[in-house]
């Protein structure tokens, strides 16, 4: 077996044959709307058989942890996992991988009690389905920059296609405060992006979203709701609980490595 490095960030695994066998990559990731504190963020992916695991996962860690030290600032370096992949998390805590984040998909129960909170000051509350074609550049030009993606029109159109999309926004006078995209699959509704801006984080954006987002699955039939969280992204698990959501089931594991 022999690592052969394909680019700067990619490594892969092959036999006696030079049939490839596995892969290991690192991708920076700029997330200064989730992570001001910590904006570079590392993320290491291998997918490979036992026999090169360790040497993947080392190549890997080891990449990464000399990217985030050329930072001179605050960086971390995680691992995209899937929950069950519990022979490369042991692997990597042998590395001096230490905590365990990750994707919690939280669930509640859909009830149709009115909201009690308030709007928050000066604000109006729309909803809309991105028709509109200006919008939804605007919409995906956020989405890119707060989760450090770069996701294309195509993707954007997909997902709106989804079962009952709809999108629900939070104005003030001057700006856009915060956004939730919802859709439903069976009969439950789902949140899948929240988004909102830092000057008006703890105001009461985000639960506001949140339970109008409820009241609209109310609305169309649905019994339950989903909610997927990245545990360690600041205000995000509070939101979920003070919102009426328990954790559930982890869908993607992040073991982390702070630098």
């Not at 992916?45 to 001179?72: F, I, N, P, Y």
């Not at 805590?93 to 928050?120: C, H, Q, S, W, Y």
Request: proline share 4%.
């Amino acid at each position: 077996m022999k690592i052969k490095r394909t680019n700067e960030n990619r490594y892969v695994a092959l036999d006696d044959r030079d049939m490839k066998i596995g892969y290991c990559s690192v991708t920076r990731k700029e997330l200064p709307w989730i992570f001001a504190d910590v904006p570079a963020q590392y993320v290491i992916k291998v997918s490979c058989d036992d026999e090169c695991r360790d040497v993947l996962c080392g190549a890997a860690v080891t990449r990464a942890r000399l990217l985030a030290m050329k930072e001179q600032a605050p960086s971390r370096v995680f691992a995209d996992l899937d929950p069950k992949d519990v022979r490369e998390l042991e692997t990597l805590k042998a590395l001096g991988f230490t905590r365990t984040d990750g994707i919690n998909r939280m669930t509640r129960r859909v009830t149709d009690e009115r909201i009690t909170l308030p709007v928050p000051v000066h604000c109006t509350i729309v909803r809309d389905f991105l028709e509109n074609e200006d919008e939804r550049k605007k919409c995906l030009r956020r989405y890119n920059d707060c989760f450090g993606e770069n996701r294309d029109m195509a993707w954007l159109m997909k997902l709106t296609s989804r079962r009952d999309f709809a999108r629900i926004l939070i104005v003030s006078p001057s700006e856009l405060c915060g956004e939730v995209m919802v859709w439903s699959q069976g009969y439950t509704g789902v949140i899948g992006i929240i988004q909102v801006a830092r000057a008006w984080r703890r105001k009461g954006v985000g639960s506001y979203l949140v339970e109008d987002a409820r009241k609209y699955f109310a609305s169309i039939g649905m019994r339950d709701i989903t909610f997927d969280v990245w545990l360690s992204a600041p205000g995000s698990l509070p939101l979920a609980r003070k919102c009426g959501f328990r954790r559930g089931e982890m869908i993607r594991q992040y073991p982390t490595l702070e630098i």
